[in-house]
């Protein structure tokens, strides 16, 4: 897939040449839509649970808790978030041209 978005990285000329080629599904959304971004549903997740664990972290030991709450991050819940995919897909597909909160 592909995104026509202007703020897509590429310039437009190169995406023209794509637009004819069949075999390509152009997107008319950004490609860093973060309603189509696992990555930015676990980084909230992540932000949340430091929010509730670690009121106040010393800069000194940032990374360390950091990394400490990065490793309780199940499998099953980055299963879970591609999972959703599909779903996630079809309400950005449904919610054209606006916006959707899944």
């Not at 080629?21 to 649970?49: C, F, Q």
């Amino acid at each position: 897939m592909i995104s026509t978005s202007k703020t897509s990285k590429g310039s437009s000329s190169s995406r023209t040449g794509l637009d004819q080629e069949t075999k390509y599904s152009v997107l008319p959304w950004p490609a860093h839509s973060p309603d189509l971004s696992p990555i930015e549903n676990l980084w909230a997740d992540m932000k949340k649970r430091l929010e509730v664990n670690h009121q106040e972290i010393p800069k000194a030991q940032l990374w360390e808790v950091v990394d400490n709450e990065w490793e309780k991050t199940s499998k099953e819940y980055c299963k879970k978030l591609f999972a959703s995919m599909p779903d996630m897909l079809a309400a950005v597909i449904k919610s054209m041209p606006g916006y959707t909160r899944c």
